[in-house]
């Protein structure tokens, strides 16, 4: 299974960009996706989760500003980011909790990750 995120790129300040994530290969079903942020010299942290049912999860200091969506048909996950800040600036990677077979449980994949720049 891989994961090839897309979007990323250099916004000014308040300036808006949308980020995608197809999973590709051996898939039964996907259950939760995500986006997961790492900015330099920080933790890895959580954006913003989507179950296969469309319930949706955000950390506090997107919320409001970003939203996650996914087509369960392409196996894709979207984070259209709005109202941009400096500090939102990040490696942004998709996660994805995928079922590749119709039994067992599912397994966690990572996106190669997509840099977001916000600057003037």
């Known amino acids: 299974v891989q994961l090839q995120a897309s979007g990323g790129g250099l916004v000014q300040p308040g300036g808006s960009l949308r980020l995608s994530c197809a999973a590709s290969?051996?898939?039964?079903?996907?259950?939760?996706m995500g986006w997961y942020r790492q900015a330099p010299g920080k933790q890895r942290e959580l954006v913003a989760t989507?179950?296969?049912?469309?319930?949706?999860n955000y950390a506090g200091s997107v919320k409001g500003r970003f939203t996650i969506s996914r087509d369960n048909a392409k196996n894709t996950v979207y984070l259209q980011m709005n109202s941009l800040k400096p500090e939102d600036t990040a490696v942004y990677y998709c996660?994805?909790?995928?079922?590749?077979?119709?039994w067992g449980g599912g397994m966690d994949y990572w996106g190669e990750g997509t840099l977001v720049t916000v600057s003037s």
């Open positions: 290969g051996r898939i039964f079903s996907i259950n939760d």
């Open positions: 989507v179950t296969s049912g469309g319930s949706t």
């Open positions: 996660n994805a909790d995928v079922r590749r077979f119709s």
